[in-house]
């Protein structure tokens, strides 16, 4: 009984899950639309963005969406799925516009921007005292806390979270 549930349980999980599609063009480059703010340019920052279409079976990826990525200082064109680079301008660095379009389906999203350094030291921070009881969980948390407390540095990359956009039920414009 307990053999017939589990295989049950992780068919229904796999079932879940959707693979990602691979991504095999080099990271897309943005245009420069205006100059950069006073000493704010730390280099570049790369974004994952990724389309997703539903089906009577749940979602599944979906690939060759056309997409723009705007801020005030730069812009980029591609075609999902795509790594995308962006200006790191540390604090100063703006809440981009993402818009993606498929067949006569279009999205659009505010992508704010964050200190991506400072979440991943956050979260290694945390996960250091996952295994190690209540105290561990206690200490890890203070040194997550510390980290936050200190904010930007000056090494910190600035860009945005990784993005799924869902471009609603599968159709005829919905291919591949």
Do not use: W
């Amino acid at each position: 009984m307990y053999k017939v549930f589990s295989t049950m349980t992780l068919c229904v999980l796999l079932s879940a899950c959707t693979p990602q599609l691979e991504i095999t063009k080099p990271p897309v480059a943005y245009k420069t639309l205006k100059s950069f703010p006073p000493n704010a340019y730390r280099g570049d920052a790369k974004t994952t963005v990724r389309t997703k279409v539903k089906t009577k079976d749940g979602s599944r990826e979906l690939a060759g969406a056309s997409c723009s990525l705007t801020t005030p200082y730069s812009e980029s064109q591609f075609q999902t799925p795509a790594y995308v680079m962006t200006p790191n301008l540390g604090p100063s660095t703006p809440t981009a516009n993402l818009i993606c379009k498929n067949g006569e389906r279009s999205v659009q999203k505010n992508l704010l921007a964050t200190n991506i350094s400072l979440n991943e030291r956050s979260q290694n921070a945390r996960n250091s005292g996952a295994g190690a009881g209540i105290i561990g969980a206690v200490v890890s948390g203070i040194a997550a806390g510390i980290n936050e407390g200190r904010g930007d540095q000056p090494t910190d990359v600035h860009g945005y979270h990784d993005i799924r956009v869902d471009m609603g039920d599968a159709g005829p414009s919905a291919a591949k």
